[in-house]
């Protein structure tokens, strides 16, 4: 009898043993599962601030009216190939006093279309404008490139993901456009 009283008291012993590492488990993954869910919201809250202060940093780059767009394609309008543009020289810099283009374009209304690379530092360009817009900013100003034929660049600017786009257009080619970012000087 004894031994019986004695094999149930162990049982019992190891039962509480059990079901205390089992609720000290179930604790223990739910402190995880808890740490996990608040480290996540942190880092999506630090996700946020980023964004948001990358958005401003844009916003003050145009407002400044000192930034680059540096191109990574270019396309002729309305289906041109697009090509990929490595050449880290490839940019367009609007300072307050000057605008400083280094950037290839495409002339010719008909094939054989040919590759030319505008480099100028202009002066001054007529007709700036930087207007915001719901997703970012549209930036436009027109010039000779010291020729005869009147070059407008628009700009648009998208703040929330960085990326911008050019358009190159002119009464006498296929507009030109090129896809890009747009950083500081």
Known sequence: MRRIYFIFATLAIVAM????????????????????????????????????AYEKYLDSLVMSHNFRF????????????MRNLANPAYEVVIRNEDVDVCIPYIKGLTPPYYPVVFNYVLPYVSGYTAEQAS????????TTMFSSTDYTFHLEINSHYGGAMLTISSPFYNSVQYTGNVMGI
Request: proline share 4%; aromatic share 4%; charged share 20%.
């Open 135 to 142: 997703d970012g900013w549209n930036v436009t100003f027109s």
């Open 70 to 81: 540096i191109p990574q394609t270019i396309q002729q309008l309305p289906a041109g190939m």
């Open 17 to 52: 043993g059990i079901t205390a590492t089992i609720v000290a488990q179930s604790d223990d993954k739910a402190a995880k599962k808890a740490q996990h869910t608040a480290a996540q919201n942190l880092r999506q809250q630090h996700r946020a601030e980023r964004m948001a």
